[in-house]
């Protein structure tokens, strides 16, 4: 069975950095897309940034430059390096996994909150 866990999340001023992990296991990491959403209150779920499995990787408009998503693909662990952190950037945010099949799976999430 596929476990995410993310870990990282909590409380930091703006303009800060942060780094959040997502442990993955039950499943071959390596083979898998697998991308960072970020729900703030009142709003939908959102891709933030995603990393295929060749590397690829996308990032949304309002973190782009700012953000870094990385896979350590031995250690069956996603990164998300945040720098420059904004306010708006508040929120919990969920690891997501793509099986081969195009199931999703999802973690618990790890709250960041970013104080003006």
């Known amino acids: 069975q596929v476990q995410l866990v993310e870990s990282g999340g909590g409380l930091v001023q703006a303009g800060g950095s942060l780094r959040l992990s997502c442990a993955a296991s039950g499943t071959i990491f390596s083979t898998n897309a697998v991308a960072w959403y970020r729900q703030s209150p009142g709003n939908d779920r959102q891709l933030v940034a995603s990393i295929t499995r060749d590397g690829r990787m996308y990032y949304s408009d309002s973190v782009k430059g700012r953000f870094t998503i990385s896979r350590d693909n031995a250690g069956n662990t996603l990164y998300l390096q945040m720098s420059g952190l904004k306010p708006d950037d508040t929120g919990v945010y969920y690891c997501?996994?793509?099986?081969?099949?195009?199931?999703?799976?999802w973690g618990k999430g790890t709250l960041l909150t970013v104080s003006s």
């Open positions: 997501n996994l793509k099986s081969s099949l195009g199931k999703d799976y």
